[in-house]
């Protein structure tokens, strides 16, 4: 199959690209652009693992072909501790055991992250409903959830 | 050894950094030059014959290196002979790749080998393969009947494995017996889903004959044994390296036949082989589990006391034998008395070959033996109009009843099933849950409360594997090396995939040499670098595993304290000890600083030997293995309160507590995550999971969108109460865990459900309880009360 030229930007840097319109993004960014911190896991878009933003939308990459990408700004895991120094919430997942064998977590940080941007409530069962779309067979659950509420009570703390 | 510094704290996990910034480094994360991609054909048939396979299309298409079949790589591999000497199981063999027939949907029957994964993809449509469809089996029953068409042609029947056994006098007993109560019970086919799926990268150096495979798998040495025989390579010529992996439970311990075929097409075609399935496939064809079933007979008095048992177990293993096939099924009999004094005792194990993926350990494989046994004992009190608490007191064994030798001879001690039981209910308001159920009956909700009793067994050592006829060993080994500048190095044969071992085996390793556990670091997952140890299975990591690098430590501490003895012009070191990264020593009752650092001592082991006391050589290392008894227990008592929705079958859990003694506990938090998600496994179990095949053996629910498991939404909070007391035959005083959470979950469900269907006069029997499954149930007594 023939490739096609693409500008891809990730994490606000541009890169040029070819690649098979058929190639998803998931693949594009670990294979081509070495960004392995995006996770694969199901690659039919129900686990979770592959979340990255779109405009800052978290998405789920293996639903993407990178081609539909042009002109949409890509941010992966790799961008939130960039100065490596956890985020709140990447802290609030180390400090409550949100994690054990880390292979989902990327993807439940970029979809914890976007959300506590936003205006994070402090209800559990919002917060379950918020991860009820990324799979994680080691944990429980229990202490990711209490993770997202520290983060999310720090978070308004600081706002108020 | 609690209150021994580091031991027991809840330090945070050194892995952490790497997995929340998205440097982990799995399997798919190594980047190897030139690789190239496998990807399988699989046949979409049950049972069918091969004909014809043509590879011609398939061979010339873009990318293709080399496409082949059973007729290449069995030439290039050894099969897989699994006949431990175990009366009542047949011996079989498995090819690497099938020739005659394959025996189930997904089995795969060409490996397609190209320079990207989309190719070899591409290429794998191509691959033209004639089936002749052979009728199949698709359930314990149909393999049984009479005339079933034959799983394994070298085999007399499906039935691949029977065992029975008889302790005491049952017959007696079931005579003498007030009432005989009867109990069924059954888990279907379940996988374990890892998020991560399988995979190999293998490296094959033709100038050095040397291959180097990157696996995930929970067992790195023994991994390395079997895949260096079945190339038929030295152990010296392969190295196994085991990156971050991404899930276990038990399905990343064989070598699967994917994986062996990759390392075989790397040798020869010398260019490294990569393969990374697909979910479809994980789902399809990696590993399956559970598909139990089972009938209990109690013997029983009026007042409750269990005179005797008898079980009968059937397992469908599927259609290979990745594991002895009784492997799974012996150990729910062998511990089905769980926390009962109960001599007198039966059963009759069958294991059936079926056309569907084969069976595996998988996180608790013997979790029926709790919802079996906890189960029947609330039968026996609905049955005989008593509470069930009361029916476990009357039966359960107390302290003063221990150390107490089963009726299969597992020597239980240093259990606390009656305080766990006991400490849970109290927890729980057991006594007012009669009235809250009436309060909320007129409210028009059904609330159910089951408890569930754990004895888990775990840690099972040599003894336990020679006894069950089983190849190998339960011992584990380890090394702790202190280098020039103080820095310590430690190994251990296990393999992490999710359990915090390079931080919980820095505290017992910085214990036992009285430093921090930030200057220990843990090397896993290479061959060439760790002991040969028997890796993590069946809860045994921090027991086996700890206990090793526990007395490696000790003995590393012990010639550190002869040297410092000698640099203090002491004639023993008998007052010394290793504190705070230095030498103390005891003055007048008191300990007391000296000028001795514990780096200063390890440079004069290395570079100054000349002050070593005679006869300790340079250097300051260790290198110890451990066998621990034939079988550790630890226990627990799960209670959960549920409400049941009669109109749509959903149980939504209210409560949920676990009482648990796992003895010494190397890091709380962790320990507390490792009881969270084996529960959480057990409840996806009891609730949710089921693979859905139908009589023709064709897989009806094979994506994760079908295939429902938990998600944060359907897990509750877990109340947990530590109750730990150490463990006097382990070193480190440990007991092992992390398997039974999944036993404690599928009997507390259990009988929570059922605690609530008896308003309704029917019994659940069949796990998962799914909405479809309970409305079954409750259709016919809803349509009477709707008459009446």
Redesign the interface.
Known sequence: ?SKVPIRLSVNGEAHDLLV?P??LLS?TL?EDL???????????G??G?CTVWVDGRPARACLLFAVQIEGHEVT???A??AEGR?SPF?QA???E?G????????GI?MTCEAWLREEPTIEETE???L???????????????RAVLKAARRARGNAA | MNGEGPIGKRL??K????????????L??I?APRALHAAFVRSPYAHARLRHIDLTRARGAPGVVTVVGGAEVNQWTAPLRMAPPIEGLHPVEVATLPTDKVRFQGDPVVCVVATD??LAEDAAELVDIEYEPLPAVASFDAALAPGAPLVDDALPSNLVSHQTFTAGDPARRFAQADRVIEAVFGQRRQT??????RGALAIWDEGRQHLTYHNPNQVPHPLRSTLAARLRLSESQVTVIVP??????GQKIALYREELTVAALARHLKRPVRW?E???ENLLASSHAREDAARLRAAVTNTGTVLALDLALMEDFGAYCFYPANYLARVVAMILTGAYNIRDYSFDVQVALTNKCGNGPMRAPMAITSWIIEGTIDKIARELDLDPVEVRRRNMLRASDLPYVTATEQRLEDITPYETMERAIEEVDYAGFKRRQAAARQEGRHLGLGLCVVVESTTYGSAFYKAAGIPGSGHEAAWVKVEPSGAVNASVGLMA????YETAFAQVVAAGLGIDPAQVRLHIGNTDVAPYGMGSRGARGGTAGGSALHLAARDVADKVLKIAAQLLNLNTPDQLRLAGGAVERLVGGAWEPTELTFGAIARTAYLDPLRLPAGLEPGLEAHRAYDPPPMTFSNATHVCEVELAPATGVVHILRYVIAEDCGTVLNE??V??QQ??A???GIGGALYEALDYDADGQLRNG???DYL?P???E?P??EIIAMHTPNRRNPTGSKGMAEGGVMGAIGAIGNAVNNALAAFGVEATQQPFSPEYLRTLLRGPLLSLSRI
């Open positions: 199959m098979e058929r190639k693949d670990r070495h960004l392995t911190g995006t996770h694969i896991g199901c690659e039919h129900v686990c693992a992966t895991i790799e939130i501790a956890l990447q997942m180390h400090e055991h994690l054990q064998c880390g292979f989902c977590t990327p940080v917060i379950r409903e991860l009820s779309g990324n799979l994680c067979r080691c944990t429980g659950y229990q202490n990711i959830v | 945070l996990r892995e952490d950094f790497r997995f929340l910034t998205g440097s982990g480094r799995y798919d994360d980047e994964r989309y374990h889903l890892p998020i991560e799926t971050d992996i991404g899930g276990g439970f990374r697909d979910r479809l995939s999710g359990q915090g938090m962790i507390e995550g969270h998600g529960t959480a496994l994506t994760l969108a498991v998600t944060a939404c897990i909070n877990f």
